[in-house]
């Protein structure tokens, strides 16, 4: 196990759940993204996500993972939408996989793009599958996804098995950046109970309540986004995401 991977699973084990703040380089200019991670950082995040559903890479990606290191000493995990999406300067990445993607491009194809890439900048590989759920947003369409329905969570539960005995550690069910409601507390429950993997939910978690909801189900790790970008006042709703998904439990 890995610096980064350490860290998520002791704040895990201690509080019970840990935050993610995720920055789209495409997005934000290079110079407010370190303003918001050190807001984030200050709210209480346990590392920032990098990347997003579009192909930002090379130097506008390199620089705002700089832009970031250089405001908090959070770990940076890259969330790349394909392999332009990796940056020497990040800490891990989160080598995923999305399983229910109709195009092996999503699956394995630019994964094998990408795995010397993530070899000779020494990245931290945190094996993921990558589960988008309805509605999807823009990563679903990306990602040509087969979108799992909202009141299937036993399609869910199956995709995260088969995650789990190929070796992936964590499994991300997403509901698509933006999307008007986040994944549904009954799927989440039902792969927590079907699974041993590290559970990140993220999409449409707008509010503390949404997010502590998802922790009391069975998530491991919330991931918001959007709500970084729009909210004039991030570092309070950051805030009070944190304070929420860790009031629910832990050591």
Do not use: W
């Amino acid at each position: 196990m890995g610096k980064v991977e350490e860290h998520l699973k002791n704040i895990i084990a201690r509080d019970g759940a840990a935050h993610l703040t995720l920055i789209d380089p495409a997005k934000q200019a290079t110079g407010v993204t370190g303003e918001i991670a050190s807001d984030a950082a200050e709210a209480g995040t346990d590392g920032i996500m990098v990347g997003g559903s579009t192909r930002a890479g090379g130097k506008p990606l390199d620089d705002t993972v700089l832009s970031i290191k250089k405001a908090t000493d959070l770990p940076v995990i890259l969330f790349p939408a394909s392999e332009a999406g990796i940056s020497r300067h990040a800490d891990a990445i989160f080598f995923m996989s999305m399983l229910n993607s109709r195009d092996p491009h999503f699956i394995t194809g630019a994964q094998k793009l990408g795995a010397p890439l993530v070899k000779q900048f020494k990245l931290e590989p945190l094996p993921m599958a990558y589960l988008v759920v309805e509605p999807g947003g823009a990563a679903g369409g990306v990602g040509k996804a087969d979108l799992i329905p909202r009141a299937k969570s036993e399609l869910a539960v199956a995709y995260a098995l088969a995650a789990q005995y190929l070796g992936m550690r964590f499994v991300y069910l997403e509901a698509g950046s933006g999307a008007d409601r986040p994944v549904p507390a009954e799927m989440v429950r039902a792969v927590r109970e079907a699974t041993d993997v590290t559970l990140i939910v993220g999409g449409g978690i707008r509010t503390a309540e949404a997010a502590a909801e998802r922790v009391r189900a069975g998530a491991d790790i919330i991931v918001t986004g959007t709500l970084v970008e729009r909210a004039k006042d991030r570092k309070e709703k950051i805030r009070e995401i944190v304070k929420a998904i860790k009031s629910c439990g832990g050591a």
